[in-house]
């Protein structure tokens, strides 16, 4: 279901929970809300309204792609980047690391199972704004 996208800062700057195998629709929920968005290439639970560790994001291919739990492990070549987010209008600058390793949970088969995956460029910087968004950082 698509959602309304959530701007108030207080309810984005608390920290999420765990998400569980029980948020798979909180997850479809991000995924229609997303594709509903344009140019939008990532969105966190938060935005939507539910304070839960997941996040979608499309890769280097346009694909939609879901991350329950990210954990941002490793980042290398750190530089200075101007984003902008769904949740607020001005643009703010940040530092990514342009390539990073996360840990993740992935929902297959109704559980969820342990991921790694190393990033790269554009999807490493929008991973990491997820991540930002899950410890209730705002961007």
């Given at each position: 279901?698509i959602?309304?996208?959530?701007k108030?800062v207080?309810?984005?700057?608390?920290?999420?929970?765990?998400?569980s195998?029980?948020?798979a629709?909180?997850?479809?929920?991000?995924?229609?809300?997303?594709?509903?968005?344009?140019?939008?290439?990532c969105?966190?639970?938060?935005q939507?309204g539910a304070a839960?560790q997941?996040?979608?994001?499309?890769?280097?291919n346009?694909?939609p792609r879901?991350?329950?739990?990210?954990v941002?492990?490793?980042?290398?070549?750190p530089?200075?980047v101007e984003e902008t987010?769904?949740?607020?209008?001005?643009p703010?600058?940040s530092?990514?690391?342009?390539?990073?390793?996360v840990?993740?949970?992935e929902l297959?088969?109704?559980a969820?199972?342990?991921?790694?995956?190393?990033l790269?460029?554009?999807?490493a910087?929008?991973?990491q704004?997820?991540?930002?968004?899950?410890?209730?950082?705002?961007?």
């Amino acid at each position: 279901m698509i959602k309304p996208l959530v701007k108030d800062v207080e309810s984005l700057s608390v920290p999420c929970e765990r998400a569980s195998a029980a948020d798979a629709g909180l997850a479809q929920d991000l995924l229609d809300t997303l594709a509903s968005l344009d140019e939008a290439a990532c969105l966190a639970a938060n935005q939507i309204g539910a304070a839960k560790q997941v996040a979608v994001y499309l890769d280097s291919n346009d694909r939609p792609r879901v991350m329950f739990n990210p954990v941002l492990k490793r980042g290398l070549r750190p530089s200075r980047v101007e984003e902008t987010c769904l949740s607020h209008e001005a643009p703010t600058k940040s530092t990514r690391f342009d390539q990073i390793l996360v840990t993740y949970d992935e929902l297959v088969d109704g559980a969820l199972v342990p991921r790694k995956k190393e990033l790269r460029g554009w999807t490493a910087q929008i991973v990491q704004h997820m991540i930002d968004h899950c410890k209730g950082k705002l961007v």
